[in-house]
């Protein structure tokens, strides 16, 4: 991430998944380190749990956390309307509820104190070029059409 800052590319934070009772109390160190390394934008997402990954889930906590299993899925049920999962966009990706709303207040004052931007800066595409290396096949850039 510093190299990427350091060399003018937008560095965004990515946090996720958070998982309630088990990450959520990083949000803040996290957020912290990657903006020191020079990340300026950032976002997270709260645990999601799609059909093909509850059991998994589950199991994992089992594996790791087998006293904070019955606590960890009732605070993620909490964020997705009482069920493991919640596909509505713009929901999905944040939850809701109280605890999904405290996780994102929490986020929000973390970022905001040390400085991320509110907004996301627009992507320059004009500045891209294919690559120009014409001695090697495999070197060119192939069109997408």
Not at 66 to 85: A, C, E, F, M, W
Not at 95 to 120: D, K, N, Q, T
Request: hydrophobic share 45%; charged share 25%.
């Amino acid at each position: 991430m510093a190299e990427l800052a350091a060399a003018g590319v937008p560095v965004t934070a990515m946090l996720g998944p958070i998982i309630p009772a088990i990450n959520d109390d990083e949000i803040e160190k996290i957020l912290g380190r990657a903006y020191a390394v020079g990340a300026r934008e950032s976002g997270y997402v709260m645990l999601r749990l799609p059909l093909e990954l509850r059991d998994i889930f589950r199991q994992w906590l089992q594996d790791h956390f087998p006293d904070k299993l019955n606590h960890v899925i009732s605070l993620v049920q909490s964020t997705r309307g009482g069920k493991d999962y919640q596909a509505e966009w713009g929901r999905r990706m944040v939850g809701s509820g109280p605890y999904a709303w405290m996780i994102g207040r929490r986020f929000e004052v973390a970022a905001a104190r040390l400085g991320f931007a509110e907004r996301s800066q627009p992507l320059r595409c004009d500045l891209f070029r294919p690559p120009v290396d014409e001695t090697s096949a495999a070197a060119r850039q192939l069109s997408l059409f």
